[in-house]
């Protein structure tokens, strides 16, 4: 339960990070901060992994799970621009 809590608080912090760097308004409320959060740096994990900055199992820095919910923000902005 503690761990799942750990993660909630790392994405909101991550999710509120990334919003306060990236230019521009994003309107979402809290719930989505923490998943965009959460996904930012479920991303860099995978692409760390992939391209060999961390190992199987290893989780994202702080740095990088911003930069991938940064780049989730970019997408979800683009895509709903497109609607």
């Known amino acids: 339960m503690m761990s799942f809590l750990g993660v909630l ?28 959060g959460v996904a930012g740096s479920l991303l860099a994990t995978y692409v760390g992994v992939a391209v060999g900055w961390y190992q199987q199992g290893e989780p994202a820095g702080w740095i990088a799970s911003i930069v991938g919910a940064i780049v989730l923000l970019v997408l979800y902005g683009m895509l709903r621009r497109k609607s």
């Open 9 to 36: 608080l790392v994405g909101l912090v991550v999710g509120l990070l990334a919003r306060a760097i990236k230019p521009g308004d994003d309107k979402m409320g809290w719930i989505m901060t923490i998943l965009l």
